[in-house]
C-alpha cells in the first residue's frame, strides 16, 4: 500500500493487476471512503486446473465495508468486470458507474451467474461529473481507444491532489467508434496530475 500524502490522507492500493494480467482492482481509500477502480478476474494458468476464475483477496474490502462509496468501470473485459458478481456477494457496492457497453455486459453477467444482490448501475460517458461522498472524491472521465469501444480513463480529484488511471488502452487514429481524447488529456495535464496510474501492458515492445 502506497500513501499518496505526507499525512495519510488518500492510500492508493492495488488488489490485483500489478506485476499480471488480470484482477485489475485499484482501491483509493480515505479515513471516511473507500472507492475500486475496476473489479476484475484472471483467467487460470496450467498450474490451476479445475480452476475458473481467479480473483483478488476481499478480506480487506470486507474489515472495511462500511467504508466503502462506488467502483467505477473503465471498460467491459473480463479482467475488470470479471470480479463483479464475487465482489458484491462478498461486500456491498452501494453503486457501480460504468460506460454504456460495460454496464450492459455487467448486466448480462450477474443475470447469468444469478446474482441476487441488489445492485445500482449508473451509465456514465465523457461529459460526465461524479462526487463522491460530498466532495472527497471529484471524478471526471476521458474516452480512450482500446480493443474493446466504450472505454475510458478517469481522473479523480481529491483534497490531496490529482490522480489519472489511464485504464487499458492503445493510441488509435482510425478506431472502430470514438476517437480518443487526446485533447481532453493534454488539458488534464496543462492543470496538473499529482499521480498517474498507467496501463502498461505490453509497453516493453
Not at 149 to 161: L, M, R, Y
Request: with cysteine; net charge negative.
Amino acid at each position: 500500500m502506497s500513501t499518496f500524502s505526507s499525512n495519510g490522507g488518500v492510500s492508493i492500493y492495488a488488489l490485483g493487476g500489478l506485476g499480471e494480467v488480470g484482477k485489475n482492482t485499484y482501491c483509493l481509500e480515505s479515513n471516511e471512503s473507500i472507492i475500486l477502480i475496476d473489479a476484475g478476474v484472471k483467467f487460470p494458468e496450467a498450474n490451476l486446473p479445475g480452476v475458473d476464475y481467479v480473483i483478488p483477496d476481499y478480506t480487506h474490502l470486507k474489515l472495511n465495508k462500511q467504508k466503502i462509496k462506488a467502483l467505477i468501470i473503465t471498460h467491459g473485459h473480463e479482467d475488470h468486470i470479471g470480479g463483479i458478481p464475487f465482489l458484491i456477494q462478498t461486500v456491498h457496492i452501494p453503486i457501480i458507474y460504468a460506460p454504456k457497453l460495460a454496464a450492459e455486459l455487467i448486466r448480462h453477467k450477474l443475470d447469468m451467474m444469478r446474482v441476487r444482490e441488489p445492485v445500482n448501475i449508473v451509465e456514465y460517458d465523457s461529459r460526465s461529473h461524479i462526487k463522491i461522498n460530498g466532495d472527497e472524491f471529484k471524478i471526471s472521465f476521458f474516452r480512450v481507444t482500446h480493443s474493446i469501444p466504450d472505454s475510458f480513463g478517469v481522473i479523480i480529484d481529491t483534497k490531496e491532489g490529482r490522480i489519472a488511471a489511464s485504464g487499458d488502452f492503445k493510441i488509435d487514429l482510425t478506431p472502430v467508434g470514438e476517437q480518443m481524447e487526446i485533447n481532453k488529456i493534454a488539458h488534464f495535464g496543462e492543470q496538473g496530475v499529482d499521480l498517474l496510474l498507467s496501463d502498461s501492458t505490453n509497453a516493453e515492445i
